[in-house]
């Protein structure tokens, strides 16, 4: 097979051994922001991306590309229905992360339940009695509130509910579920005592997490955030928090990353900060650097991707197998 694919240079080398077994010549990005990536590899016949925004007036100085593999689910950082227009199709890697995201965000929340990274950092401090005044509280019996109730969302309702928890569920697209109960947004917001945002960006909850989300909520509330730092505001969510409006936040998304050293979120000792480490296992990111480049393969041998989030009416010309 002919093709240059561009990649990122942290992509898993499971993604890189898949490409050059099937012939494919790999150039590394040092760069990935769109114009640099133009600079480095004009030639390219697909690439592979993580969340950094690609402009589609990019896609221009790139005649031979067919293809941007999204390494991940999340395809907010491009324009799939612009590219389609270009001929070029977009694809994402939807079953390669669910699983370890979900534990991730597991992880999360028992973590702010029972002050675990907080209580450690005062230990290394000398200060063992951080304890007696921060105490945690207990996940079985309370309510769960997912919003975005895809693959992600799914795994996290039956794993907390294995906890005992009582799991409600806002997502405008569902009609049933196995695990927990479909409420509306407002009654979500009102009843949860944790709520973990799952759902995928769109005009509609794009900062949809404001001011006036935050003072649906229970001062003793938790919010969780490994989707997108876009779906909150973020101003808003540091003033509830440092008014005592919500109880506590675990972040791992931002709106910049990584995070500025100058955001007021650091100096905040109710939020727990990850730096996207929600699918940051081995075998996830195996997982979707594989395949992504599999979807990379099959459209530069001119057949149809498996999970694509477009559909260019005229895709520009694949290579053949040779």
Known sequence: MNGVVGIPQSLAQAGKDYLTAHGLK??????????????QVPQADALILLTDPFDTAVAARLPNLKIIARHGVGIDN?????LARRGVWVTNTPNANASTVAETTLAEILDVS??????????RRGNFAYRSNHMGFDLS????????????????AQKASVLGMTVLIYDPTAQQTDVGTLVD????????????????VTPENKRGIDARSLALMKKSAVLINLGR??????????AALKSGELSQAALDVYDEEPLPMTSELYQLD?????PHIASNTFEAR??????????????LAGDQPQWPVNRPAKPRQSNKLK
Do not use: F
């Open 286 to 299: 195996s997982r979707m650097a594989r395949d992504a480049a599999s979807e990379v393969v099959r459209v």
């Open 78 to 82: 491009v324009d799939p229905l612009a």
């Open 26 to 39: 790999t150039v590394e990005l040092t760069s990935l922001k769109a114009t640099d990536i133009a600079v």
């Open 270 to 274: 109710n939020v727990l900060l990850t």
């Open 114 to 123: 029972k002050n675990v990274t907080r209580a450690s950092i005062q230990m």
């Open 185 to 200: 947004r407002e009654t979500l917001l009102r009843a949860a005592d944790i709520v973990t945002l799952h759902m995928a």
């Open 229 to 238: 730092g876009v779906l909150i505001d973020t101003p808003a969510l540091i």
């Open 141 to 156: 019996g309370k309510r769960l509130g997912i919003m975005g109730y895809g693959r992600i969302g799914r795994l996290v």
